[in-house]
């Protein structure tokens, strides 16, 4: 008898321990709830770690701008930055009403190349080679000239030197040759005007609009009221000639009846 209530109150206990052991295992289970939200970027395996192995990160790689002084953006150690074949670097997409560049590159804090957001390159030396470095353009094209249709002409109020840098008229040309300093030459054989126009509009004898020197000697002269000179520099008639004259005749302006032959007897 006694036996048979001692297997009951085992058997009441060790029913009663299970059914709590049980309960108090799926209890969290059944009380559990989903989370309220998605988990950040799908909860997708992060791929950049410390390994020493090369890395393939598949769709882009945004690199935050938050933090201090050089603990942001992107640190590339000692070696380049390579891009594969066929790739190109892209940086940003700065509208034009935002501030920054599309490429900065400093060194100690100083700016040494840049690429602002209009496409303008701004770089302290462009050199060609290793020698040959160029901190700013040389001054030309559309500063001291204009183009109209065909033409060009020049915006510099001062004179114009070839040869010179110190020209002494609006047009200076000098060097030292054996060869033409100036040389005019019209290949259409046409009439028309041909060569070389000097044009004055004063009239006065003190001017003069053609002349030619050698050395000090004044060897033709154009004065602007239609006198010629030759070896003088001062003409008293339309043609002054400081020198002999050879010319097989000699005719009047007014009456061509009258003339002078010198080889006739």
Known sequence: MQKIIFKKIFFNFYFIFSAFFIVFLISPVMAWEGPLKSPPEGNELKIITTDTKKQIKTGALEVSTEGNGDDKGLI??????????????IY?????????????????????FKVDKDGNVTVNNLCFGKTDCKSSWQTQGNEYWTESGNNIYSNNTGNIGIGTTDPGSALHIEKSSNNLQVYIYNPKNAAGYHGLKVKT???????????VEAGANRLLTVQANGKVGIGTSTPGA????????????????????????????
Do not use: C, H, M, W
């Open 76 to 89: 590339v150690g000692s070696n380049t930055l390579i891009l594969a074949d066929g790739q190109n670097l």
């Open 92 to 112: 940003g997409n700065i509208d034009s009403t935002s501030a920054g560049n599309l490429l900065l590159l400093q060194n100690e804090g100083v700016e040494k």
């Open 201 to 211: 509009i004063n009239t006065n004898a003190a001017t003069l609009p053609f002349y």
């Open 238 to 265: 339309e043609l002054d000639v400081n020198g002999n004259v050879r010319a097989s005749i000699y005719y009047d302006k007014d009456e061509e009846q009258y003339y002078i032959d010198p080889a006739a007897n």
